[in-house]
């Protein structure tokens, strides 16, 4: 039987980063009580929801081995409203007996008691938005924190028992240099995180910051965000320092410790059934992909109502389930089965994107050993334009 991942959405920040591109926000924190009860309500009316949009409710039945709170910050939400969604998911899906439960958080929003309590709901990998440990850095986005609190984050967190700990860089914030950048890895690195994620700031219309580096402005000390150069050697850096610290890079973005890799998120890459709860919040079993009012205030107004959250609802056709098989499979160091992908579309359906790869590979962007297909090692700063080959071949 597939098993299930649930992620749930906390859109919630105590302030906004200029960098962020993400569907949230700050809020007075007497929204937190009425965001909990409209978890709470979705999580009882899913069957019920899913029928009215014609989704099977049988990936409900599946097994949950993952459970994911992002956001935002959830740990804002505090202990009790935490407790009570944990107990709600508990009395209304399946869980597996082992379950990695991630619980994302920002250092400086969680003290020892809540890192007791949320180890006692069974948290036990934690997701710390480090995203640099300059200060000036730090502070020129907006960050609340400093290096030295994500320091004492790591530390508590061990000395509560957490033993999975994953930390997020990021590489080209304002005014970060290679030789800034480079403390940020080694910093990051002496803390013995069991699993790194290394995004490049990306620059897009979707967040201040990257508004201002579009256009031109001065707003965000958007003139000392590095420019694309550099972002590429901050890259090729990481892959290689992470490497010689014995971290495997097993996604584009993500490296761990033999053992660690995120399981919640190969599930999305390998097309996986998951569950998306809360405001913004998507879900998929392989065939449809549906998602969920993404205004915070407008999802409260609609689960009062009674009315389902469910915004978006649509079945991928059989080329667009392809193509993501490729695309999403191949940002994993594993790369795809193309054997496997015939056994489920069939050879016919699957030949057009076989000389995709065929061809890309000839030209040395893709790695071909038998059915087995990789990202050449040369070929992951270019990625997207990688993927983007295999959207409607």
Known sequence: MPTLGVYIQVPFCASKCSFCNFSSGVERSNIFDQYTRSLQTEITGLSGFYAERAIPGEILGFPLDSLYFGGGTPT????????????????????????????????????????QALGGLGVNRLSVGAQSFDDHELRAVGRLHSAADTQKLVARARQTGFTNLSLDVIAGLPHQTEASFRGTLETAAKLRPEHISLYLFEIDEKSRLGREV????????????????????????????????????????????????????????????????????????????????????????????????????????????????????????????????????????????????QSMAAEGWLVRDGDRVQLSSDSYLVSNEIFQEFVSV
Request: include cysteine.
């Open 214 to 357: 579009l256009h031109q402005g001065d707003r965000y000390d958007a003139a000392t965000v590095p420019d694309e150069e550099f972002m590429a050697e901050a890259y090729e850096l990481g892959r290689t320092f992470l490497s010689g610290e014995g971290y495997v890079q097993y996604e584009i973005s993500n490296f761990a410790r033999p053992g660690y890799e995120s399981h919640h998120n190969r599930k999305y890459w390998k097309l996986d059934p998951y569950v998306g709860l809360g405001a913004g919040a998507h879900s998929s079993d392989g065939l449809r992909r549906w998602a969920n009012q993404v205004d915070a205030r407008r999802y409260l107004e609609m689960l009062d109502g009674g009315h389902s959250p469910i915004d978006e609802w649509r079945v991928l056709p059989l080329e667009e389930q392809i193509e993501e098989f490729c695309f999403l499979g191949l940002r994993q160091r594993e790369g795809i089965d193309l054997s496997g992908a015939r056994q489920r579309w069939g050879s016919d359906r699957v030949k057009p994107w076989e000389d995709k790869i």
């Open 76 to 115: 804002l939400l505090g202990a009790e409203r935490l407790a009570r969604l944990v107990r709600t998911l508990r009395a209304h899906l399946k869980f597996s007996e082992s379950v990695e439960f991630t619980l994302e958080t920002t250092p400086g929003s969680v003290d020892a008691a809540l890192l």
